[in-house]
Structures are given as C-alpha cells and as structure tokens.
C-alpha cells in the first residue's frame, strides 16, 4: 500500500519515528501501528507461528489475527499487542519478525503503573459504533447515567470506514459531534477499552489502556493500564459485527485483507494499494471496490460469486464501469520473491483468469460479535442469511443492538441502537417518549441476497495452504485430518487442529471453521455450529489483574501501637497471622541462637517483656454472658469469679479445638476473653454465629475489642519487683495477687490499666493491657525502671521457646484439625458437670481411645540436632515400609536446658513416654526421646516467683 | 506518632507528599468510642435520652448529643464522642438500656482519616466497590466497606466532599498507602484531563 497525497485523520504535520524490527521508521501522529507500516511499505510483518510463511495486515481493527507485536516499555515489554488498534507515538518500539503471534516475558519487575477502578452507572454500553452511540446519546439525553466503552482507539466503529451520511451530515462528524454531546452531558467514554469479562448481575471487566497507547515521556503519570469494575442497572451489547475471510487456496499472503480493512485504511489513513481487487459474497464489499474507485486507485474487478445483485452498491459499481466477474470465486494466489501478493486467480463460468493486484479485499460477509453475550451463557441461533449465530434471547438485564443483533446496515443499526436504549431504560425507571429524542436517520440502501461462502476448494486438491486461522496456522488439510480422525465435535476440532486458540479466540476463524467440518462430515452448518467465547475476550496480562496491590499494598500488615518502639530497639520482625511482630533483639554480632539463648535466660533469670498485643480480645457482657461463655468453653467458666481468670479452651462441634485462651471475668455479667492471634477473628465469628443463630433470644453482646488495647507481658522471678514499681499503688504480692487474679489500677501513669497473672512463659508474669496508643508508654517505663532488674526485651522466637519448655501449646500448630482437647493434653479442664459445645461428640468412646495423636514432648539425643517443625516420626530409620507414628509440631533451642526440645503429636503417645523415635532429618534420622510434654519446671515452681 | 499525630512519621510524609488541593488525606479529629448494643426494646429508650426520635436508620449518621452516631448493624450503633468524653457518655446511655442492650467503650480501637475535595471520588474508587455517586451517597450517608482487602467505616460529612474514615489502627499503614496512591492517581488524571467517572447529565433534558 501507499500513502496517497491527501486525506485521511492523520496530521501530516506530526511525523513521528518509531522502530520497527529495529529498522527507523516514520509515520503520522494519527495513525496505528498497522497503518505506520503500511504507510511506509512494510508489507510483510513477520512470518507465521509455526509454518513460518510471510503474513501481513488483514484488518483495521478487532478482526486482526496476524498483526500482533512485541511493544517496548520503560523497563519493561508488553507482549502481542495488536497492531491495529495501537496508536503510534513517538519512540514506539515493536518487535514482529517470527514471533508476531507467540510474544514473550521479560524477567524481573514491571514498575509500570497498573490501576484499578470501580464504576457504577443506570446504563453501560459496549461497543460506540452507530447502535452504542445511538443508545448513550439517548440515556444520556434522558438524564441517566451512562458508559460507554469501546475497544478501537476511537468511537465511531463502521461509521468511520462507511460513506453513509447521519441525520444530514457526513458520518465521520456526526461521530465526533455525538462524543462531544456525549461528553458534555456527563457519559464517561471509554476509548483503547475492551469489555473482557461479563460478570452475573450485570457486572463487567473493562480492561483499558491509557499510558501504554502513548509515548513513556506523555503518560503524565497515567497509569499503563486500567480495570474497570463496572456494575450497571441496564447493559448494552452493541458491539458490532466483525467481517469473515473466505478460505482459499494461499489465502494468508500479505496484500490480502478484509474489505472493511481496505475501506478503513483508506478512510483514515489515505492508504491505497496500486491496483484493488475485491472478492465479495455480499453487496457490502462492493464499497470497497467504490471507494477505492472514487480515489483513482485502479481497480481491476470486483469477484463476486452471485448472479449479478440487485442491490445499490452493485448497480453503482456497474455504473462506475468497474468490471464485475459474476458467479465467480478466487481460487488461489501467486506472490513476489518477498512473499507479497501480485496476482490472483479468478474462476468464472468462462474458465480461469490471473488478474494482476497487490491488495485483494475480502469479504465473506459479516457476523455478530457475541463473546461477552456467550461468556455468560447466552443463547444463539443460527441465522442462514448471514450464515452466522445471531443472539437469540438476551440475558435479563442486558440489550443487544445493533450489528450485534444482526442489524448489519447504518440506518437499521441506528434504529435497533435506540430502541435498545428505550427498553433499558425503562428497565431503569427511566421513561423515554419517541417524539423527545429522535431516533438520528440514515439514508436506506438496498440490498442484493447474500450467498454464504465458506471455501473455495483448491482446484488441485492441496488445502494445506487454505488457512483457516492465520494466527494458529490451521489450514483446511488440519480439519480435513481431524475429521479424518474420527473427530466431530467442534469443540474436539479445535483442540485437535488448534483453530481459534490463538490470543484472538479466533474471531475470525471459527464460523468458517464450524461450516468447513460441516461440509466435510456432512452436517448442517447450524448442527456443527462454532466453538464457544470463554472469558476474557481479550488477554489480559497478570500486570493488569494485580493492579496496585503489590509490595505493602498487597496484603494487609498489621502493626501494633509498640512497633516502633522495637524497631528502635533494632528488632527482627517476623509476619505472624497478618500481623508484623518483633521476633528477637540481637545485639551486634549475636547469631540467631545466642540471642535466644539470651533472651530466654534473661526471662528464667532475672525479667523480660514481650509485647503480645495482636492476642484476640474481646468483651463478652450481658445478663446471659455467663451462661453463653459455660456453653462454648469447656470448663467450668462460669465459676469464675469477679477478678479472676481462667485458661479454657473452645471445641468445634465434633470436639475439636477450635482455640485456646484465657476468661478473665471482670465483673458479675462481663468477661474480657482473650484468644490465639491467628483466631482473633474466628472467636468471634463463631461466638456471633451461635447467638445469632441458635440462642436469639439471649442478651449476650460480644464486642471485638483487641485494638482497643495495647498488652505487654512481664515475666521472670524479678517481674514482681518490676511491676512494683510500675505501679506503686497495687499490691503485688502473691498473697494479695495471686495467680490468675486479675487488678484495675494505675501502671506507669497510665490509670485503668489492666493487670492479669497469667503466664505463657511458666515465670511469674503479669499482663498489662492499657489504651492501645499508650502502649509504648508502658514498654519504656518497664525499660527504664528495669534496667537495673536486666529487664530484657523479647520476641517471638524467645516465646516460643519459653512455652515450648514449659509444653504449652499453640492450637493450630501443635495440634491438628482433628485433635481434642484429650489429645492435646488438655483433658483436665473437660467439666464433667455441664454441656458445651463438641461434649457429645467428645463423649464419644472413639474421642479418646489410645491410638489417637496425642501430644508428647520429644527431646533430641545431642545438642546438634535441630527439631524441625512438620517432621516426621518413625520407629526406625531403616525400616521398610516406614511406619509413621507421629510428626514434630514445634521445637527449639532451649537454652535453659541446653539442647534442642520440642512437641510432638505421637500415635498414642501419652503412653510411651521413655521411648526412642527417630525424625527424618538427614540420611540416617535423628534420634529423639518421647518425653512429657512439660520440658521444664513441671511442678510449676516458678510460677508464683 | 511524633507531634501528637495518631500517624506514624514516615505515613505522614507519604500523605502531605501525595496530597493536593483537590485531594488531601490528613489524620482526622481525635474521638472517643462508644459501642451500643441495644435489642428493640431499648432503641427507643435510647434514641429519647437522647433527645432524638430514633436512633439513626441503616447507613446512616446523625448528630446527637453524645457526638456523631453511626448505624453499624441491626442492634450496633457507634457514637463518637469528644476525647476522653466515653465515660460520661456512657453514663448517659447506660440507664436507658436496662439488660436489653450494653454500651462498650471501644476508644481506640479506630481512628479517623479525613479525606477532603473534588477529586476524592477518584481517589476511593480506585480501592474501594461502593457506588460513591452524589445521587446515591449523599451528605450523612455512612457504610461500612473494604479500601484495598480492610473493613472500614465510611462517612460522608459534607458535600465537599469531606470523607471520614475509621480504621483499625493496626490497618493504618496499609489503608494509608491506598489512599495516597490513589491521589497520586487523581492527580494524573486531573493533570492530564482524564475523565474518570460516569454522573447523571446535570440538566435532565426529559421529565
């Protein structure tokens, strides 16, 4: 093709370089990337994916199967995007050659900006051809709020490549004239925007490029790309008709193109071929061979397959003196030593003739384009005139208009756009009278019948190089091979043959490919019918689906009100549930293990603080609170008194642990409870679904309240002496605060400070919650005033240690989904007196048999051997088969001990204390000995100082 | 959280770098927190201590004597009052609840982000799905909704618009990092003449 001296929508006086293979070329600011190099001669693209043959542009648009290039971005690469509806901007870089149609990643991070946003409207509509235009301009008149998304990189869809007039004014300005209306009245039009996912309830995907349509150095900041979640009250599908190929013989070679395409390049772009030849099933590809006629390309004839047509374009065409071969087919292509098209050859009723073109416009007719109407399982009925599926019941809440709806002329497209809208609308509540709005007029035209034409067989016999699909090179031999097979089922053909698995879905490709394994099984067309449209239309890259939630945007990370006090302290932190806590303190130098070993023998020793904020808390009150807490917690709860706590556990209803923590009851009817981290929000969830599904009717109010509280635990047999002193005025002796009582009163300053003798450590420990802002208050009182005591700050790592010597438990990880409170040692505290919730199911015999995993301490042989988490237990190393008798559910460096302990669930491992196991850790396994899980202190000496 | 703002320093440098005049994120008014339960029968007692016909309906927010009172659920509402204000309030409600309801003093447990100006729709449909339309969300609306994955209060104070929104504290830091990356984001679309949102024609040209 050439650029002619005139015309078109491009600005001839903003040439703009780009690259192209890394050869410099210059184009217009205007054009896409498929007409820059048309303009500039670059007819063969690259070469096809796996038959390696010269392909060019086939289309101006969404049709395009062969046209996909590899884009530059500032530091990173967009794969297959399509060429023709890429705007050119200054810079472009794009890579075609032989990998048109695979693209590829490029390692490491996209820094490229990708956003999402969220919209909502009365009215979206698909699609801004004649229909979609007619139908926004309309609900925006009425006052509704409308979208309108269009995929192409202007609105305008077969208005701008058609010659029609619109209510009196040329096409083109009537389009621009509706975007402005259109825009002044508050319509948000999308343009580069396709609608790639229907969603139920009339939710749609809209993927849209902005910054990525333009030059790096003029994206402002914009982001590359943009997801739209759009929810509507009414949509509109009015998203056109896309232009089918005919199947024949070397029928890919570049120069061969729809004839929408050739109409379109040389509407917008002022591109023409030296000499046009058009094969035409229908009236409409006549407009090609007219326009091209009216520019003064030379035009050696126009193929038709019909008898001469009785329509207006053929009568033009005739009166034109263009030359017309009737009942007439192309039935193959010859091509240059570059692979260009220059003849084809045309069979007639009077024989063969080779009719000399370097651009041959194509056109099998036009079908609806129903991808997101199908992704959400829309019917379709096959229409023998356009030879084609045609929509056949909307989806509630959704309209389909226009060429989309089989209204393949401008004036009829505009009419079914209107009517669309009206019934939308009404949908909406929006009332639309005819005489307010008129419906915008286009002259009639009419037209001839439609012969539907697949395939032109190839007159030797050899169809490997008819292609059905360019973008996956499946040709006519590949069906004829398939079917061949045994294959029928369309659906199979396409994964036999791969037609219509290109990034496409092969729009273009499967109505021909459905018909042409028709004809070949001799089925009817409607029978075989054509392979389905899955979500999303168009790919999508993982950029785009991510968004902005990357880095700390991605997952949420919850800090507490003391976090920077441990940074400050030079703390490690360590993701625990979402939560960011403090692992350890190292000091220069320290490795991993001394700065446990120091912070543990600093809590055994002297005195240690650890902030354990992120505990669930939660408020439970009311009349019935003591009631409802004795029937989800195992024990006897409910014999707590005011100003005391008590450690209990909460089972599934199959008598599973569910959680652990401690009910500490604040006064007659209200209990503050505390639960693992990791089950804050499950605790309350299960307490919400009992009172509002089971006991209604009792007045119970359970309140979250664990960030209204920041909580630091002072432990060690000097922490008395420290709390002393943080809180002058409250008798801290064990006598008058003994275990798991519970003290109000003023610590560090801060009053109403919570102060409860619990202890995950097994030292004397106090808890101390206050206002969750004030925490760091208390953290540097204790720091302060400690100092001298060797207050010790410590982390999760040192906790874990702590508990595991003293065989506390973690549910979730040292119990499994299955485990009771026997199991896990904890059947102590089972109320022989009262019911709650998993009792019965606990009750049962098979509930505490001795088989069962149960939990056990395990302590390693010698002081090398770490005790790795999730390892498993076996009798001996060198048994075959392996019987497993159990797995480590936590272990550590204990450093009060000197070697590595750990938890264990065992097969009835409460009985084999003494034993020898070996974990799998290493070739020969390590030895362990079962042990009671309590490593450390087992009379419970040092709990009260 | 230098200089009494309830925002860690380096959140504070990353909302005034983000923030412009026609999007400005600033920590919002220190309140303290009152939970009130009530079943049926204690609404009414409530809502005439008072001084009020009712407690506010679903989604909404009304001034009250206690300070902003919010709707959470059937039987939630959250009053925020002046600081250090929760127990006086408390004292208030309480008689009126008799056993059909609890007031919990829940301080703390979020604070308030203000959110003010023109292009703030921009900002919160980049991370959060509710329709923030002026003819569906109107002055006094609130609802409780997601900014990125975390639950939040919404607000609408005023017609500004004057956005509050209360967070869980642990979730400032990620909730803030959405929002000022969604000025960022308002600010290159005003700055390149993007339109962003669909609303109804300002002038409904039919009945």
């Known amino acids: 093709m050439r650029r002619l001296p005139a015309g078109g929508d491009i600005d001839r006086s903003r040439p703009l370089r780009f690259r192209y293979d890394g050869r410099a070329l210059t184009g217009f600011t205007g054009d896409t990337l498929a007409s820059a190099l048309l303009g500039a001669g670059v007819d063969v693209i690259g070469t096809s994916v796996s038959l390696g043959r010269p392909r060019g542009i086939i289309s101006a648009g969404l049709e395009e199967s062969s046209g996909f290039a590899q884009v530059a971005r500032a530091g990173a690469t967009e794969p297959l995007v399509r060429m023709s509806t890429l705007p050119l901007y200054a810079g472009l870089e794009a890579e075609g050659g032989s990998r048109i149609v695979k693209g590829y990643l490029r390692d490491g991070p996209d820094d490229g900006r990708f956003d999402k946003r969220f919209a909502h409207c009365d009215l979206l509509v698909v699609g801004a051809g004649p229909a979609g235009l007619a139908a926004a301009l309309l609900a925006s008149r009425a006052g509704a709020r409308v979208m309108l998304v269009e995929a192409d990189v202007v609105a305008g869809g077969a208005l701008l490549r058609d010659a029609d007039t619109v209510d009196g004014q040329p096409a083109a300005a009537w389009v621009s004239n509706a975007s402005a209306t259109l825009h002044n009245s508050g319509t948000l039009v999308l343009t580069s925007a396709t609608a790639a996912v229907a969603l139920d309830q009339n939710g749609m995907i809209v993927a849209q490029r902005i910054g990525a349509n333009r030059a790096v150095s003029e994206a402002g900041g914009l982001p590359e790309q943009r997801l739209w979640h759009v929810r509507a009250r009414a949509i509109i599908l009015a998203t056109g008709a896309l232009e089918r190929p005919i199947v024949f013989q070397d029928n890919d070679r570049p120069g061969i193109m729809l004839t929408g395409a050739a109409r379109a390049y040389l509407r917008r772009f002022a591109l023409a071929p030296d000499r046009g030849l058009v094969f035409t099933a229908t009236d409409d590809g006549y407009r090609a061979a007219l326009d091209w006629h009216a520019a003064g390309v030379v035009v050696p004839g126009i193929v038709d397959p019909r008898a001469a047509s009785t329509g207006d374009l053929p009568a033009r065409a005739r009166a034109a003196g263009l030359r017309l071969f009737a009942e007439s087919v192309v039935e193959g292509t010859s091509a240059d030593g570059s692979g260009r098209l220059c003849t084809a050859r045309v069979r007639g009723p009077r024989g063969v003739v080779e009719v000399e073109c370097d651009v041959l416009a194509v056109s099998g007719g036009f079908e609806p384009t129903l991808g997101l109407h199908q992704q959400l399982r829309g019917a379709t009925r096959y229409d023998a005139r356009l030879g084609a599926a045609v929509p056949a019941t909307p989806l509630p809440g959704q309209w389909i208009a226009g060429a989309a709806n089989g209204c393949m002329t401008t004036r009829d497209a505009l009419a079914d756009g209107a009517r669309a809208a009206r019934e939308a609308l009404r949908s909406c509540g929006i009332d639309v009278p005819g005489t307010a709005c008129p419906t915008p007029e286009s002259p009639a035209l009419l037209e001839g019948a439609h012969e539907v034409i697949w395939r032109v067989v190839a007159p030797d016999g050899d169809e490997s190089r008819s292609f059905v699909d360019l973008h996956r090179d499946t040709t006519v031999s590949g069906l004829v091979r398939a079917v061949g097979a045994g294959i029928g089922h369309i659906e199979h053909v396409k994964r036999y043959t791969l037609v219509g698995t290109g990034v496409e879905q092969g729009r273009s490709a499967k109505t021909n490919a459905g018909a042409i394994t028709a004809s070949l099984t001799g089925r009817p067309v409607a029978d075989v019918g054509t392979s389905g449209s899955r979500p999303p239309t168009e790919p999508l890259t993982f950029r785009i689906l991510s968004g902005r939630a990357q880095g700390p945007m991605y997952e949420p990370v919850r800090t507490t009100a003391l976090h920077e006090s441990h940074a400050a302290l030079g703390a490690i932190f360590e993701p625990a549930a979402q939560w960011m806590r403090a692992s350890r303190y190292p000091r220069a130098g320290e490795t991993l293990r001394e700065t446990v070993h120091r912070e543990s023998l600093a809590v055994r020793g002297a005195v240690g603080i650890v902030d354990v904020s992120t505990l669930g808390k939660i408020d439970v009150r009311g009349p019935d609170a003591t009631w409802f807490l004795d029937r989800l917690y195992a024990n006897d709860v409910g014999r707590v008194a005011v100003g005391k706590a008590r450690y209990s556990a909460l089972c599934h209803l199959d008598g599973s642990l569910l959680d652990d923590g401690v009910v500490i009851r604040i006064a007659e009817q209200r209990y503050f409870v505390t639960t693992s981290t990791g089950h804050a929000a499950t605790v309350v969830e299960w307490m919400e679904e009992w009172l509002q599904t089971e006991w209604p009717e009792r007045r119970v109010w359970v309140t979250p309240v664990t960030e209204r509280f920041s909580t630091i635990a002072i432990a060690g047999p000097t922490a008395r002496a420290l709390v002393a002193r943080l809180a002058p005025a409250m008798e801290v002796g064990n006598a008058e605060f003994p275990f798991l009582a519970v003290r109000h009163g003023t610590v560090a300053g801060v009053e109403g400070a919570q102060v409860a003798r619990v202890s995950f450590s097994g030292e004397l420990a106090y808890e101390v919650s206050v206002p969750w802002a004030l925490g760091p208050i208390i953290w540097r009182a204790a720091l302060t005033q400690g100092e001298d005591l060797g207050v010790t700050p410590y982390g999760l790592d040192t906790l874990q240690a702590l508990r595991i010597e003293k065989g506390y438990i973690i549910v979730g990880q040292d119990t499994e989904a299955l485990s009771t409170p026997y199991d896990a040692g904890l059947g102590w505290m089972i109320s022989a007196k009262k019911d709650f919730v998993g009792r019965r199911t606990l009750d049962r015999r098979a509930s505490q048999r001795d088989g069962r995993q149960q939990l056990v301490g395990i302590a390693a042989a010698d002081r090398e051997t770490c005790l790795v988490e999730g390892c498993a237990l076996v009798r001996a190393p060198g048994e075959s088969p392996q019987s497993i008798e159990g797995h480590i559910t936590s272990g550590c460096w204990s450093a009060t001990l000197g070697r590595h302990v750990g938890l264990a669930l065992v097969a009835g491992g409460r009985r084999r204390h003494g034993e020898t196991l070996y974990a799998t850790l290493g070739d020969s396994g390590a030895q362990v000995t079962v042990v009671d899980p309590v490593h450390y202190d087992a009379v419970g000496a040092r709990r009260d100082g | ?207």
């Open chain 2, 1 to 207: 959280m230098a200089d009494g703002s309830p925002l860690a320093a380096h959140l504070g440098a990353l909302i005034s770098k983000a923030s412009f005049d026609d999007a400005r994120l600033t920590p919002g008014a220190r309140v303290d927190l009152l939970s009130v339960r009530a079943r049926r029968s204690a609404v009414q007692r409530v809502a005439t201590a008072l001084g009020q016909e009712s407690l506010p309906p679903p989604n909404a927010c009304r001034a009250t004597i206690l300070g902003d009172c919010f709707w959470l659920r059937p039987d939630e509402w959250l009053f925020a009052t002046v600081p250090g204000g929760a127990e006086a309030a408390m004292k208030t409600v309480e008689p009126h609840l008799l056993d059909d309801g609890a007031v919990i003093d829940v301080s703390g447990s979020r604070i308030i982000l203000e959110l003010t100006g023109p292009r703030t729709r921009d900002v919160l449909s980049s991370c959060c799905p509710l329709d923030l339309d002026p003819s569906v969300f109107e002055p006094g609306r609130c609802a409780q909704s997601i900014i990125g994955k975390v639950s939040v209060l919404l607000h609408l104070v005023d017609a500004t618009p004057r956005w509050h929104l209360f967070v869980p504290p642990s979730y400032v830091d990620y909730v803030v990092r959405w929002l000022a990356d969604g000025i960022e984001g308002a600010r290159a679309e005003q700055e390149n003449a993007l339109a962003t949102t669909p609303h109804s024609s300002p002038v409904r040209m039919l009945p």
